[in-house]
């Protein structure tokens, strides 16, 4: 795959005692990662990884730092923010973990091969092609830092931009209404 922010570590490289990695995004990496996440700008982003092995499973945990520029949705002013986030994370490689799908069929007994039945919630996420991207990691948790409304420190939570009715979008639903009305 192919990520704005690619770090790749290949898990046969991992020893027992884990590996740790800080990682720093570059200036193309930070203008491809806020393009990609709607932000006018990412300053700085780095993050400082371990990957600990547990059996079959990997262990992803550590911090990433960034500072990133975004319009306020109160008063559609830039602003500059400041982010730290914990990065928690679990890999394995699906070949020796279940699915939902084969641990319902081995419960059902059409399946006989013995596997680990996890709930889907707590799945970890898959490794592909025997590879945790630590750049992608931090990506995702820069993500999901982000404010889905963001605004200013100083902004109040009360205050937003007026959507005239010229500048909404229409409804795609009028015409369906327009139909039903002429019954």
Same mark, same amino acid.
């Given at each position: ?62 911090s ?5 520029d ?51 919630? #707590? /799945? !970890?996420?898959?490794? &592909? ?11 995702? +948790?820069l993500? @999901? ?8 420190? #100083? /902004? !109040?939570?009360?205050? &937003? ?7 909404a979008?229409?409804?795609? +639903?009028?015409? @369906? ?7």
């Amino acid at each position: 795959m192919n990520y704005e922010f690619s770090k790749p570590v290949a898990i046969d490289k991992i020893d027992r005692k884990g590996q740790s990695q800080t990682i720093h995004a570059n200036e193309t990496e930070r203008e491809a990662l806020a393009q990609r996440f709607g932000l006018e700008s990412i300053e700085s982003l780095s993050a400082t990884i371990e990957i600990i092995p547990h059996s079959d499973r990997y262990h992803v945990q550590g911090s990433l730092s960034a500072k990133i520029d975004q319009i306020s949705v109160a008063s559609g002013e830039p602003f500059t923010q400041e982010i730290n986030q914990d990065i928690d994370a679990w890999y394995a490689d699906r070949s020796k973990i279940a699915d939902f799908e084969t641990a319902k069929k081995n419960r059902d007994g059409t399946d006989d091969q013995d596997h680990e039945i996890k709930p889907e919630h #707590d /799945e !970890p996420e898959s490794i &592909y092609d025997g590879i945790i991207d630590l750049g992608e990691v931090a990506a995702q +948790f820069l993500g @999901l830092s982000l404010d889905n409304y963001p605004r200013g420190v #100083d /902004e !109040p939570f009360g205050d &937003y931009i007026e959507v005239s009715e010229e500048d909404a979008k229409p409804n795609p +639903f009028a015409a @369906l209404e327009k139909l039903k009305e002429k019954k």
